[in-house]
């Protein structure tokens, strides 16, 4: 439990940095769903003692491989209901999982998770923000690195996730082009190294064998590194 109170502080920076200006969405991976909870009840909380008049959206990106959550909000009726959730068709989907032997598959290993354990609280706190669920490709997310690493802010490809989804709900018109969005970063990009060089090298072969294999099928956004011989005159 303490886990959750403290991711609850990223959301009190996150309003520290804009000056105490709720934005109009929070972005964020899911995985475990730790921190859509954690945020769901960090802006649930400051409303109730008078420190923000009104919360935030809440957006929560699965990715396409390891998509419980977007598969039990939008296709079996999953929902908080004031507390009352009925967990049967979790139950349901669980037993599936276990009977087509399927586990999570995605290059984003930080939500590369079938069974999350917060699974009830995030669907409080998308209840009470208001919130959305997306899952979002590994095409999607490594282009989403990509443009992230472009701006000198390295990102691991789940953190991506957050991003690659706010760009999927722009286009859907979810999201209006001049509301105010917090992506939420949840890892450094020295975390599943072996996707960024895959993503940005001239190799063929290796981007062939770590992404091809995913569905990965091109690298719109690469920035080609000089490869150089380990040699100190080189």
Not at 43 to 59: C, N, Q, T, Y
Not at 93 to 113: F, H, Q
Not at 195 to 205: F, G
Request: contains cysteine; proline residues 3%; glycine residues 8%.
């Amino acid at each position: 439990p303490f886990r959750i109170e403290g991711q609850k502080t990223i959301m009190y920076r996150v309003l520290e940095s804009l000056g105490w200006e709720v934005p109009d969405w929070i972005v964020v991976p899911g995985g475990n769903l730790g921190n859509s909870s954690a945020f769901g009840k960090a802006f649930s909380e400051m409303k109730h003692v008078g420190l923000i008049d009104r919360v935030p959206r809440l957006a929560v990106i699965n990715a396409a491989g390891a998509n419980t959550l977007y598969e039990l909000y939008h296709h079996r009726g999953l929902r908080w209901q004031k507390g009352q959730v009925d967990l049967s068709p979790a139950c349901h989907y669980y037993d599936e999982l276990d009977r087509d032997k399927k586990k999570a598959n995605t290059i984003a290993s930080a939500i590369e998770i079938n069974r999350p354990v917060n699974l009830t609280k995030c669907l409080r706190a998308l209840e009470e923000c208001d919130g959305v669920v997306r899952e979002v490709s590994e095409q999607e997310i490594l282009d989403a690195k990509a443009q992230v690493g472009a701006g000198g802010l390295g990102c691991e490809p789940a953190s991506a996730a957050s991003v690659a989804g706010a760009k999927q709900l722009v286009a859907e018109g979810v999201i209006d082009r001049d509301e105010r969005v917090v992506c939420v970063l949840t890892g450094h990009q020295l975390k599943d190294p072996t996707a960024t060089v895959a993503y940005h090298t001239t190799d063929q072969s290796l981007f062939n064998d770590v992404l091809g294999s995913r569905g990965v099928s091109r690298a719109s956004f690469a920035n080609r590194a000089i490869t150089v011989g380990n040699r100190i005159e080189e």
